[in-house]
């Protein structure tokens, strides 16, 4: 804007000094009115076109003052728009937090339900997994003691089973004492003579040399039956056995129980006749007897 100004500035002293030029100076002769003539014609035109531009210029001003308020209005306006915007993304983002923490703390609620929920449909599973064992168990046992129950009843009496077992046994009937042995001891496990059924169940496999047959049926006498009259005799022939299976060490260990156990018995006399005979103490511990 300045730099517009400054032809019109100087234009405009040039033709103050034309002018006083002009006044001050003596009547010109003819020659020089001619050009004095011309000069001020031209200062006229100069002075014309200065008005005409600082018309224009002061046009141009006015148009470039419009703009510039309009601008500034228009970003005034805009700056307002913005902060009203701001304002209004702030609270929205405010809200929109609120939102978002109280919907979290629905979610973690809903989850800790969920999660409470499952724990006790975990223990109503388990409960009832509990009473279908507990039902499938009870009718395992009715229906074992039912199928016991008709088995006993189909079955001889146990005196007389027991009797034709023992019979077929002394009369090396092996085959036929072992089903019948086998038998007491299916339909009647719980009496004394069951404990001796699995003795000479053990006695029919031991002479058949199927020691480790033999050494389960001694251990049944042995655990299920300890007090019967079949205890001794069984430990003593389990110790054989083992000796027979090569497991020498085991079955010196299992006479050495015998003859602690029953030391007056004449299984124990047995138990230390075949200890002196593999050449080891009868004792537990390092020592003789």
Do not use: C
């Not at 970003?75 to 009203?84: D, E, F």
């Amino acid at each position: 804007m300045n730099t517009q100004r400054f032809p019109f500035l100087l234009f405009l002293s040039l033709a103050l000094l034309i002018a006083l030029w002009v006044a001050g100076s003596p009547a010109p002769v003819e020659g020089a009115s001619k050009e004095i003539v011309q000069l001020q014609t031209q200062v006229q035109q100069l002075q014309d076109q200065m008005t005409q531009m600082k018309q224009g210029f002061d046009e141009r001003m006015g148009v470039m003052k419009n703009l510039v308020e309009q601008n500034t209005d228009a970003a005034n306006k805009t700056t307002a728009a913005i902060t009203s915007l701001q304002t209004t993304l702030t609270k929205q983002q405010g809200d929109d937090a609120g939102r978002v923490d109280q919907l979290s703390g629905q979610i973690q609620a809903l989850t800790d339900t969920m999660d409470e929920l499952k724990v006790r449909l975990a223990k109503v599973s388990k409960q009832l997994e509990d009473m279908q064992s507990s039902q499938q168990s009870i009718a395992a046992n009715q229906q074992a003691a039912q199928a016991q129950a008709q088995a006993q009843a189909q079955a001889p009496p146990p005196d007389v089973l027991y009797a034709n077992a023992l019979r077929d046994y002394n009369g090396g009937k092996n085959d036929l004492a072992s089903q019948e042995f086998s038998d007491y001891i299916k339909f009647y496990p719980n009496t004394d003579l069951a404990g001796n059924s699995y003795f000479y169940l053990a006695e029919i496999q031991y002479r058949a040399g199927s020691y480790p047959q033999a050494v389960q049926n001694y251990d049944q006498v042995l655990q299920n039956f300890p007090a019967g009259t079949k205890a001794a005799s069984a430990q003593l022939k389990k110790g054989y056995a083992l000796i027979e299976m090569g497991k020498k060490d085991d079955g010196v260990q299992e006479l050495r129980h015998l003859i602690q156990r029953y030391p007056k018995t004449n299984e124990a006399a047995q138990a230390r006749d075949r200890l002196k005979k593999l050449g080891v103490s009868t004792a537990t511990r390092t020592g003789a007897e």
